[in-house]
């Protein structure tokens, strides 16, 4: 892999994590059942995306 396809990775990695940091955020601050409960789907399915290109590492 070259350094640039490991920098797009990482680039990836790191909006990735924002995402779930985000949607975790919402989901604690969220009163609405279904809303939160989007929300923590969302971050179960950014968490299946890192990992998904962390193994691209």
Aim: glycine share 4%.
């Amino acid at each position: 892999m070259s350094p640039k396809e490991l920098l797009y990775i990482e680039d990836a990695l790191g909006h990735t994590q924002y995402l779930m940091t985000q949607c975790r955020t919402a989901a604690s601050q969220l009163t609405d059942p279904g809303l939160r409960s989007a929300a923590q789907r969302m971050v179960a399915e950014h968490q299946k995306l890192f990992a998904s290109f962390y193994n691209l590492v």
